[in-house]
């Protein structure tokens, strides 16, 4: 593990990185520039939910929480890279007035197979 000497401040700092991440790569998704801020909202609830799991002091254990908060947040950003092609093509769609296509069985398994590849690497290696 890359990360077995972080203590759980720089696991905080971890996450809120990875936090950042997943909101700049949710941001990327909402096409109103004003509606951009919401792109924070699920990240704020997810740390404030991360926050109440995890324990307060160092010997109560692992924070587990923040671990895998970390991964999917970072998993969900790296896949927005990943499939970014595919995104910008239903966008421009979407903005010249058509509706974005239905995603196939295929594609969904793809995506599927992709994050959870993706994630449990993360995880193996965080």
Do not use: N
Request: proline content about 3%; cysteine-free.
């Amino acid at each position: 593990m890359l990360t077995s000497h972080f203590s759980r401040t720089e696991w905080w700092i971890a996450a809120a990185v990875a936090g950042v991440a997943m909101a700049v790569a949710l941001a990327s998704l909402i096409p109103a520039w004003k509606d951009r801020w919401k792109a924070a909202l699920p990240v704020l609830g997810a740390a404030v939910f991360v926050g109440l799991s995890t324990p307060f002091e160092e010997a109560d254990g692992d924070p587990t929480a923040l671990m895998l908060f970390t991964a999917l947040a970072l998993g969900l950003a790296l896949m927005r890279v990943v499939f970014a092609g595919y995104i910008g093509r239903q966008q421009e769609l979407a903005r010249s007035g058509g509706t974005w296509e239905r995603l196939t069985t295929r594609q969904a398994v793809v995506f599927f197979l992709a994050f959870t590849t993706v994630v449990a690497l993360m995880a193996g290696f965080l």
